[in-house]
């Protein structure tokens, strides 16, 4: 019995215990609803606000079979029980698991509503700016039918659009605008100028995407400082290494490291003494690993275009340029330097927070996805949510096939292509997952030398995405999609009219190949989510080599012996279990990075609570008035004839400046310990340990800083009726910002780990 079997059990019973309950009320409603019908609208309105008191709900049943009456009536929906079911987990803060096509925008909708009935207001995070126009507009009668408002933000939103839809009671947005807007809310010196408005709860659609996937994930607020980065010597010391004696690229081609020969060729073109003394190791020796990485890693065309004089990134899961995307700044600027173009302004960066650390804000946090049984550790460690597992409406008709093995990726690719023309002979719709858009663009160029027609997902937009998922499942379609491409979008079975439906059930609904495994196998069951919707009939397999990168990765320390047959098949359920363990090393090593990130996060995020703290003060309060006055009560007494508010402004203005230049410094100040941390991680003590003592340390420092400098700031610059005058004492915030998400994801499954190398860096 291991040691947290108690644990487990504990956890089973409550589960089943709030499960017991809720299928009770969920009866109980059912009968209550039939009552309902006779009501009129203000009825049920009426009977859903009587369900709520003092202390929240307090009538679950009454609210739950108001909520279900709403929906029928608003959007022609009858909720099923399991989603009612489900409703009422979310308003308890789970995070539910419901399968792909069973419903979960109504069941999020209704959630929401029902906080905003209980006067909270939600954030609901879907994952892209076309599913959060998509549901807001397609949810919007329900959320209505109680004198509710609902508003969405998207990328294109204007700040006036953006002002409005955070003051709705249920805010529609994709995480990303969210942190955005709360990033540059947090630059504000004026309480009237902020974007957005306190939420009571955050309801993450597809939570363990948004949750742990992308949790890590660095969002970054940077402005422009008119200076560059001096990378061109070094970039020119680069260029002229060769691979092989200068450098080594590792085995799987995602990480490159200078050799003797090469840091003494990098030496001499720089004249300095080595690379590695303690002057360099901090900054010529990252920019040299920088250009490194940009010339042996990054191959234009693949990872990066240049289009228009500039470098716009591939986000290779998705396979288009990646709007929001940059690399880490140093990184940007070697590629730009390496293609010969102007360096980007070197920006600053202002702030930065990761989704975790932006989920932390909001008072609860629940959520939805297909996969979040297998995510149930790290949500209980990380957000210490719990897992909900609701079962279908009607049971599943899937079939989910046993992997197809080969010895060689060749024989595997042969395969695919045999099996999808298989399929297509026969008219059945055919789904095909891969791992990046230059596999998909492989693959579809191989069926289409079969005469078969291919639709491959690489769309420019969400939009034009979502329509083609949409035809997926029409007769003889075969769809070749990355991960998550069209992600949120139902797939009809004789397509998204359904006027083939009885056609496509009668040839088996639609086949979901995935061309490989993936690293986790929650990723496997995103993909085989997508067949089998609603008791729909459907089939799933995966083919899998022995040159696959998860088992290469995996099973880099075991060996296996498998007799192929002559195309190249094996059946030896050894090897089929050699494959289980590879995908648990590497999930386990994913796992693993999300701790260790995890950790130095942590303290960062900590010190973000208090210095928003600090910021609300400032922003809320005389404190900064106060604060100034008492240390420089000469100052304050010449200012004595200057209106109260004018002078609390300026004091505003004055401190929040240094407490933000200060916390910038100090963000780019960890980021730096971090990386020589990493760099020289030698026997000293656990790098851990000694990059908290240097964050608390410096944290402290900075707050007194930020007010020793604000006094003499306060002390000698002009202030008048019009303010102080910080512009001119060159005091400046800088005149324009700019938004992007950093793409050093470590644990994104795509190929954006193949600059992973370089995020060891930036970790
Ligand atoms: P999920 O997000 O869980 O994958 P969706 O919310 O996209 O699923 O819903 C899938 C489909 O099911 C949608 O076309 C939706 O209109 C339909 N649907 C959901 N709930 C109901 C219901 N109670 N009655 C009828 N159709 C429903
Ligand atoms: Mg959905």
Not at 4 to 20: H, L, P, V
Not at 52 to 64: H, L, P, S, W, Y
Not at 295 to 311: E, P, Q, S, T
């Amino acid at each position: 019995m291991g040691a947290f079997d108690w644990f487990w059990k504990a956890m089973g019973s409550t589960t089943q215990r709030n499960d017991k309950v809720s299928r009770s009320i969920i009866e109980r409603s059912g009968e209550l609803s039939a009552q309902f019908k006779a009501y009129s609208d203000e009825g049920v309105v009426e009977a859903v606000r009587a369900a709520v008191g003092e202390r929240g709900i307090e009538d679950k049943v009454a609210f739950i079979a108001g909520l279900a009456e709403a929906s029928t009536r608003a959007l022609a929906m009858a909720p099923f029980g399991v989603q009612s079911q489900a409703v009422l987990r979310l308003l308890e803060g789970d995070v539910i698991q419901m399968d792909t096509g069973e419903g979960k925008t109504l069941v999020g909708a209704m959630a929401a509503t029902g906080f905003a009935l209980t006067g909270k207001r939600v954030h609901l995070m879907t994952v892209n700016n076309y599913l959060a126009q998509r549901d807001a507009e397609w949810m919007r009668p329900l959320v209505e039918f109680f004198g509710l408002t609902v508003g969405a933000v998207t990328e294109a939103s204007t700040r006036e659009e953006r002002v409005a839809a955070y003051r709705c009671d249920v805010v529609y947005a994709p995480v990303a605008e969210i942190g955005f807007d709360h990033l540059r809310d947090n630059q504000i010196t004026r309480r009237e100028d902020a974007v957005q408005a306190p939420a009571d709860v955050a309801l993450v659609d597809e939570a363990d995407s948004v949750l742990i996937d992308e949790a890590l994930v660095p969002l970054v607020l940077a402005g422009s400082v008119g200076t560059q980065q001096a990378t061109g010597r070094i970039t020119e010391a680069v260029s002229r290494l060769s691979a092989g004696t200068d450098y080594a690229v590792d085995s799987t081609g995602r990480a490159v490291s200078l050799t003797e020969h090469g840091a003494r060729a990098i030496e001499r073109s720089l004249g300095i003494e080595s690379l590695y003394d303690a002057e360099h190791v901090g900054d010529t020796l990252v920019r040299v690993n920088l250009a490194l990485h940009a010339k042996a890693l990054l191959i234009r065309d693949v990872h990066y275009i240049v289009d228009d004089g500039k470098v716009a990134l591939v986000d290779a899961s998705r396979g288009r340029v990646a709007e929001l995307q940059r690399w880490p700044d140093g990184l940007q600027a070697a590629v730009e330097a390496k293609e010969g173009l102007d360096v980007s302004e070197g920006g600053r960066i202002l702030d930065s927070i990761t989704l975790q650390a932006l989920m932390r804000r909001y008072p609860q946090v629940c959520g939805m996805t297909g996969t979040a049984v297998e995510a149930t550790e790290q949500l209980r460690t990380f957000y210490g949510l719990r897992v909900s597992v609701i079962e279908r409406a009607t049971p599943t008709k899937r079939f989910d096939e046993a992997d197809r093995i080969y010895a060689t990726a060749a024989e595997k690719n042969r395969a695919i292509v045999e099996e999808v023309a298989l399929l297509n002979g026969r008219g059945q719709p055919v789904l095909v997952g891969t791992h990046d858009v230059a596999e998909s663009e492989a693959l579809a160029a191989q069926l289409r030398q079969l005469g078969i027609e291919v639709s491959v997902l690489n769309a420019k937009n969400d939009a034009e995405e979502a329509r083609i998922i949409a035809e997926a499942g029409d007769v003889g379609r075969v769809t070749v999609s990355t991960q998550m491409a069209g992600r949120g979008t139902d797939i009809r079975l004789g397509g998204a009219d359904e006027s083939a439906r009885e056609e496509v059930v009668s040839l088996g609904g639609l086949a979901v190949i995935g061309t490989s495994r993936h690293r986790t196998s929650r990723l496997d069951n995103q993909l085989r989510g997508r067949a089998g919707r609603q008791g729909d009939p459907g089939l799933t397999v995966f083919f899998v080599s022995l040159e696959d990168d998860v088992v290469v990765t995996g099973g880099a320390d075991s060996k296996v012996t498998a007799q192929p047959d002559a195309e190249g098949r094996i059946t030896d359920p050894k090897v089929a279990a050699f494959i289980e363990h590879c995908r648990r090393v590497t999930e386990g090593q994913l796992l693993e990075i999300h701790a260790q990130t995890w950790k130095y996060n942590k303290l960062i995020a900590d010190h973000r609570d208090i210095l928003d703290e600090r910021r609300a003060a400032i922003l809320d309060t005389p404190v900064a008035w106060r604060e100034l006055a008492a240390r420089c009560p000469q100052r304050a007494a010449e200012l004595d004839g200057l209106p109260a508010e004018v002078r609390e402004q300026a004091a505003r203005e004055i401190m929040a400046y240094h407490l933000d230049a200060e916390w910038s410094a100090y963000l780019a100040l960890m980021d730096e310990v971090r990386e020589s941390i990493h760099l020289r991680a030698i026997a000293r003590e656990t790098p851990i340990d000694e990059y908290h003592r240097i964050a608390v340390r410096e944290f402290k420092e900075l707050a007194n800083r930020a007010v020793d400098q604000a006094a003499e700031t306060f002390a000698k610059v002009e202030i008048d009726a019009a303010g102080a005058h910080l512009d001119d004492a060159g005091w400046k915030r800088p005149s324009a910002t700019w938004t992007y998400m950093v793409s050093d994801n470590p644990l994104s499954g795509g190929g954006n780990s193949l600059i992973s190398g370089v995020a060891n860096i930036f970790r």
